[in-house]
């Protein structure tokens, strides 16, 4: 019999070491590796992963076109802090700022200038997050400072509700601001006028609005809040800004509601941020953060060093980062258009809807959000069912699909919900196999008659 080890074309691909000894998983290994072995070995692994296409429970991007697969891996080599050895993708960073801050409707923009768009990118919403919150406490000092008032002996706050996502908790404590957060309750998961203004006082830095709650998928009434804020402000002299937190909804709402005015078309919201590797389409991580105009981001935020090349200014909480993530998201922005970005929001949208229709039908199921507002659905099972919403989850999972269960916020943590997130790649065909393996999991909990397959939340940013 020949010896096979001789011959590398008859070698089985699984009798190397890497497959037949063990590696140190904590500490570097001895030896090295063979390239093509390491990444079959790394390959196999992550295949006990869910499947990203099938993971229900994220907002961020799981397909893109391979065209922008491939401009983004020819990018991975780029630091996109310096910009004087990589002007091009600088140039295409201030451009898609711009072009946000457009779509928001930003102040004094102009085509010749693209430096007249206030803003920045980032890792994401929640480094957008973050520097929001920053110019926002900045404001206020400068504005106790001009009236000859001491700030030192104060403590800021910040307006918001239960539902925010983890960054603006993670921001409050990390930054020393006072997180007031406004309660929900059953029926009512956004916050309201009402509860702004009995929460806002002369300390307060700012009033967080989210279009699209991560819970529910809701748009809170970012006019009302404005509004109440304005009558506030002539009547008390009580100045308050407001900061919309579109992470999700802010490529979704103009292209499906055009006409809903949330932006800075109200003059009382100042700064808004948005996840490009959400309903931007883009992989992660990339974001935004645009203010109105210059007025409302501090200079003293913004640090200009010299030791990359050319003179820099940079307003980060990090310093490098790959340029691949702007870049794919420029070619969103290009490949789209609004026209492009309408089409697969309407698109998403009407799979939302037609899946929170078929929800609906079924006799356990309750709906909370129905997709009309950005193409999220969450529903909740009917009063006196023998399971849960986490055993509905846990079944699933056995299908393949990943679809979190999870309790509401304060004050309304009796109530668990399943959300599942439509994004694109996920075809109506794929919500028709998952509104039939749904079926299949409740006529298997029905015939169990008992709860207990899991008691575990499953939540996804």
Sequence with gaps: MPNVSRHSSLTPAYCGRLSTSPIPALRLPDESMEPEQTYRFIHDELMLDGSSRLNLATFVTTWM?????????????????????????????????CMVADLFHAEDLRDDDPSSAIGVSTVGSSEAVMLAGLALKWRWRQKLEAA????????????????????WEKFSRYFD?????????????????????DAVDENTIGVVAILGTTFTGELEPVGDICAALDSLASEKGLDIP??????????????????????????????????????????????????????????????????????????????????????GQYYNFLRLGRDGYATVMHCLSDTAQWLARELAGMSVFEVISDGSAIPVVAFTLVKGSKYTVFDVSALLRSYGWQVPAYTM?????????????????????????????IVEVLGKLDKTGVGGFSDEAHFAH
């Design 148 to 167: 000859g008032q001491d700030w030192k002996g104060r403590t800021p706050n910040l307006v918001m509700g239960s539902n925010v996502q983890v960054v």
């Design 242 to 327: 407001v900061h919309v937190d579109a992470a999700s909804g802010g490529f979704v709402v103009p292209f499906v509601h055009p006409d809903l005015v949330w932006d800075f078309r109200l003059p009382r919201v100042v700064s808004i941020n948005v996840s490009g590797h959400k309903y931007g389409l883009t992989y992660p991580g990339i974001g935004f953060v645009v203010w109105r105009n210059a007025e409302h981001l501090p200079e003293e935020l913004v640090f200009r060093v010299n030791y990359l090349g050319g003179d820099m200014p940079t307003f980060t909480l990090n310093f490098s980062r790959p340029g691949n993530q702007v870049v």
């Design 177 to 197: 601001v006072e997180a007031r957060y406004l309660p929900m309750e059953h029926g009512r998961y956004v916050i309201t006028p009402e509860q702004v203004l």
């Design 409 to 437: 916020p304060d004050d309304a943590t009796d109530v668990a919900v399943l959300r599942i997130v439509v994004r694109e790649g996920f075809s109506a065909n794929l919500a028709r196999a998952l509104r039939d393996d």
């Design 65 to 97: 076109d391979p065209e922008a697969g491939q401009l983004m891996s020819e990018t991975f080599d780029k630091n996109m802090i310096d910009k004087d050895e990589y002007p091009v993708t600088a140039a295409i960073e201030q451009r898609c700022v």
